[in-house]
């Protein structure tokens, strides 16, 4: 399915643009290296165990996801003072999971007290193969958890986040993700800190939200207070076009929410990659191929088992490979680029019921606004093609797609975004 941008140049406006021929070749700012020669890996980011608050062992858990396709699971327990996690059971556990379930990659993490929410506000740390020793986990948990902390300190999230950037910057550093962001408490006894300014103070650590939230069984969905709604089970940060994360990206801050976890306790809960799965396209199946792929925004997710493999793809002349979600290129405005998304939809969904996509939207963030520049049912083998000038500024291109109709409850996917920039002078 093509458009081309000028048929529907009243409806798209993105603000002034220069819409002669560009003067400058595009070039790459920020490239994924194994970009086309990658793999694709089926992650959940954010399970519990009995550890802590869960209801079965780390290698129940683990083995549970291989049975539901899962190559790859983060054991992110709650770092609680009182609770298990960062101890010596700890590790034996997710070593002993490894040696039982040695086709599924085993990340070991921490779900974060994020100060100063004094236990309400959450973040995943996921730690690569250089620091997921006892020694590191133990000390981060008695530093920097806010669970247990006497008084208030706004600052603690911050040093938490520099203790975690490491001081050698070739190796592959820990990654925090913001777990279920708006279900954050409307006030703490102190001043909460911004997304944004966490995301300024330590961009390669914080990289990004957890788009769509975990307890997709539970009532309400997500464990949400009742005066916060998810938009078709994801989070309105995410899921509001022209909304935070579009805000976010719009002043320059690479934010990745494409992402869909079980936050697996117990009963009552789908299991990891049952339902949720954030999908990782990698350079290897290891630990740190795996968050070198999360840090580089080369991932997208979906409910409900609706589709594998999606590529949105940007592609200029004179280039000799497309750009893709976490990437950055240079262009002059008017320059034109081919946008594409392509997928796979599996025949069946998650429960086994017949499977499709009704609908594919490419949502593109300019200096002027945020608007919607393609939706409507998917073609073959292209769900898009949108022919967008780039505006003057630049443009950020994601997409999603949706299954469900009238009164059906929707399933969606998200990708991550394509940057646009202009170049420098």
Request: hydrophobic share 40%; aromatic share 6%; net charge negative.
């Amino acid at each position: 399915m093509k458009l081309h941008f000028a048929a529907v140049a009243g409806l798209l406006a993105l603000g002034a643009c220069a819409f002669g021929n560009a003067q400058t070749s595009p070039r790459v700012v920020n490239g994924i290296e194994w970009s086309g020669r990658g793999t694709w890996l089926k992650a959940d980011l954010h399970t519990h165990t009995k550890l802590s608050d869960g209801g079965l062992t780390v290698e129940q858990v683990v083995a549970a996801a291989a049975r539901n396709g899962c190559d790859v699971v983060a054991i992110t327990d709650h770092a609680d003072g009182g609770l298990r996690a960062a101890t010596p059971d700890y590790v034996d556990g997710i070593r002993s999971a490894r040696s039982q379930t040695p086709g599924v990659t085993v990340i070991t993490g921490l779900e974060w007290n994020l100060p100063p929410g004094k236990g309400l506000e959450h973040a995943t740390v996921l730690f690569p193969g250089n620091s997921e020793d006892l020694s590191t986990l133990a000390a981060f948990k008695a530093r920097f958890d806010d669970f247990t902390k006497e008084g208030e300190n706004p600052s603690l999230a911050l040093e938490g986040l520099a203790a975690l950037t490491p001081r050698d910057r070739s190796s592959v550093a820990p990654i925090v993700i913001i777990n279920h962001p708006s279900r954050r408490p409307h006030s703490t006894s102190a001043p909460r800190l911004t997304v944004d300014r966490l995301k300024r103070a330590a961009p390669s650590i914080l990289v990004g939200l957890e788009g769509a939230p975990g307890h997709q069984q539970g009532v309400p969905l997500g464990s949400y207070p009742a005066d916060v709604q998810l938009i078709d089970r994801w989070d309105p940060v995410t899921a509001e076009v022209g909304g935070a994360w579009d805000t976010w990206l719009r002043s320059g801050l690479d934010i990745w929410a494409a992402i869909a976890n079980s936050d697996f306790h117990g009963r009552g809960d789908f299991l990891p990659c049952e339902f949720a799965s954030t999908w990782v396209y990698a350079p290897d199946r290891s630990v740190d191929g795996v968050i070198r792929a999360l840090r580089a925004g080369s991932f997208f997710a979906e409910h409900g088992h609706i589709v594998t493999e999606v590529e949105l793809r940007a592609e200029f002349d004179g280039l000799n490979r497309p750009f893709v979600p976490g990437e950055t290129v240079a262009a002059a405005a008017g320059t034109r680029v081919n946008v594409t998304l392509k997928m796979k939809v599996p025949a069946q969904d998650y429960a086994g019921h017949d499977n499709r996509i009704d609908s594919v939207e490419l949502v593109g963030i300019s200096s002027q606004e945020t608007r919607v520049l393609f939706s409507g049912a998917p073609g073959s083998p292209e769900a898009f093609h949108v022919v967008v000038p780039v505006p003057a500024g630049g443009i950020v291109l994601r997409a999603r797609g949706r299954r469900g109709s009238g009164n059906e409850q929707a399933l969606m996917f998200y990708t991550n975004p394509i940057r646009i920039v202009a170049p420098a002078r």
